[in-house]
C-alpha cells in the first residue's frame, strides 16, 4: 500500500530561517501509535535523533528544536524525516519558525498514513538568512 498524504501546508522545499534575530526551526511529530519509528537527519551531521532518543518513547508527541544553537547553523542543510509505518499507521509532521517570543509562523503540515511495508520521507533545504 501507498502512504496518502495531506497536505495541510505543503513542503515548501527552501526554509529561509534567520538565526541572528533568534529565529529557530520546531519540529513536531505526532503520532497515531502504539510504536512510532521515525528518523531526523541531515546531509551534513548525518542521524541527528530517533524516537528512542526521546525520553518518553514510546509517545504520541514528539517536539525538538533546531538552529537553536550555534553549532546547528549550516547553510544550504538538507533536513530529513523519515517515517516507518511498520507499527504505526498515521503521522502528522509540522514544523514552524519560532523566536524569543514564541512562534512567528508555519511552513509545513502534513500527515501521512501508511501499511505495515510503508516507509516515506520528507526533506527541505534550510537557507540561513
Do not use: C
Amino acid at each position: 500500500m501507498a502512504v496518502t498524504r495531506v497536505h495541510n501546508i505543503p513542503n515548501p522545499s527552501t526554509v529561509q530561517v534567520s538565526p541572528q534575530q533568534a529565529e529557530f526551526l520546531f519540529f513536531r511529530v505526532q503520532a497515531g501509535g502504539p510504536v512510532p519509528r521515525f528518523r531526523f537527519s541531515s546531509d551534513v551531521k548525518g542521524l541527528m535523533l530517533n524516537q528512542g532518543m526521546f525520553p518518553q518513547d514510546p509517545a504520541t508527541t514528539y517536539e525538538w528544536a533546531f538552529l537553536r544553537d550555534p553549532s546547528d547553523i549550516q547553510q544550504f542543510e538538507l533536513l530529513t524525516v523519515a517515517f516507518l509505518f511498520n507499527s504505526n499507521a498515521d503521522y502528522r509532521y509540522q514544523v514552524s519558525i519560532h523566536g524569543p517570543g514564541g512562534p512567528i509562523r508555519d511552513l509545513l503540515d502534513i500527515q501521512y498514513s501508511g501499511g505495515s511495508g510503508d516507509f516515506d520521507t520528507e526533506l527541505f533545504r534550510v537557507l540561513i538568512v
